[in-house]
């Protein structure tokens, strides 16, 4: 096994084979789901439509063997996400709940670990139950982390709390 991070988008599928998307995104640019993956804090993702059941996916592609044990999410203020899920699913429909928490309503990066996920997924989605703000949802950065399974041993499994500086941007 070795660690893993889910990537710096550069896109909604790059890098391959990941995609990023959403319920809901601003028909901005500068405002797309994959933008909450892009390891830039001036940068977010804007979903125009109210929580609840408003949700960012990460897609790992066909032949994921990613096991996330934690996230990172940093909100943009008073717009952010306050009750959520963290869920896991190989087909995109039937989702398996690992977290459910909330999150404060500031832009610091707050870490959740699910750490007794043991589970591969292809794909993982954060699903919006409420948002600190009625109209919108607004998030600057997501990251995910855990481990790859199958891969060669690279150091013993740490999840690992120091997203700042990919967070950061």
């Not at 109210?50 to 990172?72: E, F, Q």
């Not at 997924?121 to 954060?126: F, T």
Request: with cysteine.
């Amino acid at each position: 096994m070795t660690d893993w991070n889910s990537p710096t988008m550069t896109a909604a599928n790059a890098p391959s084979p990941y995609v990023v998307s959403a319920s809901s995104e601003s028909t901005l640019a500068t405002y797309k789901a994959w933008k909450a993956f892009d390891g830039n804090s001036g940068t977010f993702w804007n979903a125009p439509t109210a929580p609840p059941n408003v949700w960012i996916m990460l897609d790992c592609g066909v032949d994921s063997n990613y096991v996330a044990k934690a996230c990172a999410i940093k909100n943009y203020a008073k717009l952010g996400l306050k009750d959520f899920k963290v869920q896991g699913s190989n087909n995109g429909s039937d989702w398996t709940d690992l977290l459910s928490d909330t999150a404060a309503n500031n832009t610091t990066v707050q870490n959740f670990s699910f750490s007794g996920n043991s589970t591969v997924y292809r794909y993982y989605r954060i699903l919006c139950i409420t948002g600190h703000y009625s109209d919108e949802l607004d998030v600057y950065e997501i990251s995910f982390s855990g481990i790859e399974e199958g891969g060669e041993p690279e150091s013993n499994l740490v999840i690992n709390y120091h997203y700042s500086q990919k967070m950061m941007g």
